[in-house]
């Protein structure tokens, strides 16, 4: 299994700013991924952060907004940039191990004034 | 595209009642279908997969490739089987995970 801790656990950001999420993991892993969660909706791939090279986005989503670092096998931060009310969410950091199950941090609730 | 559907927001069931929590998916490859679970105040995690065809918590879940679909399964709810469940596919070799938009399952005394 894997322990991902995740902080903050939770932020109150003016518009405009920016907040960058950091997600620990305890074991080596070649990729970590970023969701999101919308109040109400499901969890929503952002990206794959991949050690040693750029992160891979999903459709709807970009480097500029949601730039992500990997510096190293255990470690991985996402920021939300330029924040509108409309990126009030939960953000999650996950790991999958031997592509069988995905473990999950415990998420960054973010909310947006 | 792949796409995973749970058609009940919301599903309300008497303790002792079988559930049915359905799945549906869309994908041209040979998917892994999974069910999470998340409990009140706590970090989403696996319930079960469907390549194991295990039972965990007298929960089940069969995958039927003709139907698309991965419902999962208990005959008698207990209380504490009120969470929210997740339905996910996740494509083979690639690690990422696509879920459903959940089910809020809600077991009356």
């Known amino acids: 299994s894997a322990v991902i801790s995740q902080k903050p656990s939770r932020d109150i950001c003016q518009r405009g700013t920016s907040l960058t999420i950091q997600c620990q993991v305890d074991?080596?892993?070649?990729?970590m991924f970023w969701y999101r969660q919308q109040p109400g909706q499901s969890l929503t791939l952002i990206a794959t952060?991949?050690?040693?090279?750029?992160?891979?986005?999903e459709s709807g989503f970009v480097i500029d907004k949601f730039p992500i670092s990997r510096p190293n096998l255990t470690f991985s931060t996402l920021t939300v940039s330029n924040m509108s009310p409309e990126d009030s969410s939960i953000y999650l950091c996950?790991?999958?191990?031997?592509?069988?199950?995905?473990?999950f941090g415990q998420g960054t609730r973010l909310t947006v004034v | 595209a792949q796409r995973v559907t749970q058609p009940e927001k919301l599903l309300s069931v008497f303790k002792g009642a079988p559930v049915e929590l359905k799945c549906n998916y869309s994908?041209?490859?040979?998917?892994?279908l999974f069910w999470y679970v998340q409990y009140s105040r706590q970090r989403l995690q696996l319930l079960l997969r469907?390549?194991s065809r295990e039972s965990i918590k007298g929960f089940t879940a069969d995958l039927n490739k003709g139907e698309t679909s991965f419902h999962l399964k208990k005959p008698f709810a207990q209380e504490e089987d009120s969470a929210m469940y997740y339905c996910?596919?996740?494509?083979?070799?690639?690690?990422?995970?696509?879920f459903g938009s959940g089910t809020k399952l809600n077991v009356k005394p």
């Open positions: 996950s790991v999958s191990l031997m592509n069988t199950e995905a473990f």
């Open positions: 074991s080596q892993v070649t990729m």
């Open positions: 952060a991949n050690q040693g090279s750029e992160a891979t986005y």
């Open positions: 994908y041209s490859g040979s998917p892994e």
């Open positions: 469907h390549i």
């Open positions: 996910a596919l996740s494509l083979h070799n690639f690690n990422k995970f696509y």
